[in-house]
């Protein structure tokens, strides 16, 4: 039995009503030069071992930047670095020739002025329909700054802020008391 026939459209504009976090994902492909790419579709996975998944696009030129056991770096972007996050959406190979905002670093570059930083090591890989899916194993982690992520929703940037009348939840430890 089958379902209803979904259009790419509708899928995207589904998914698109999850809000996400942006980052920028760097390595160094086989042939020694830099890669990068704007990515959404990053989670932790795992505190122990630390284990974090992204996904690229098997049309992605990047893709082969990403063997097993090949460093690469996720980084966290700012609520102010929406150009950023546009400069590594392109489809080009241009990416750091013009770019001051990273540091040369040949494994993996490393962008400046981020969130956050995790530095890894690919873990394992895994094919799933037209994306690959990373799962990285984090070795190192800078935080550089402060202040608001930015957010992606509906095929529109903006920043998340906590509520400051929030309470702090850390589902990791307290889940039970506080989920229930």
């Known amino acids: 039995m089958s379902g209803p026939t979904l259009s790419k459209r509708e899928l995207r504009d589904a998914f698109g009503l ?3 976090g942006v980052t920028v994902v ?6 020694g030069e830099p890669v990068g790419l ?4 990053f989670t932790s996975v795992s505190l122990e071992p630390p284990l974090l998944l992204w996904c690229v696009a098997n049309s992605s030129s990047s893709r082969h930047a990403f063997p097993v056991e090949a460093p690469f770096a ?13 400069h590594f959406a392109r489809r ?4 750091f020739d013009t770019d001051a905002q990273w540091r040369a670093n040949p494994f993996p570059p490393q962008v400046a002025d981020v969130l956050c930083r995790f530095e890894c090591r690919v873990h394992s890989s895994h094919p799933a329909g037209d994306h690959l899916i990373i799962v990285g194993e984090v070795t190192a982690i800078t935080r550089q700054r402060t202040g608001g992520a930015l957010a992606f929703l509906s095929g529109r940037f903006g920043s998340f802020h906590a509520d400051r009348g929030s309470p702090h939840v850390d589902v ?4 039970r008391d506080e989920w229930v």
């Open 18 to 20: 999850f809000a996400t």
């Open 92 to 95: 080009s190979h241009e990416k």
């Open 26 to 31: 760097t390595a160094v492909s086989p042939d």
């Open 74 to 86: 996720v980084h966290i972007l700012a609520h102010d670095q929406r150009d950023l996050a546009l």
């Open 38 to 41: 704007t990515a959404n579709s």
């Open 172 to 175: 990791w430890h307290s889940w």
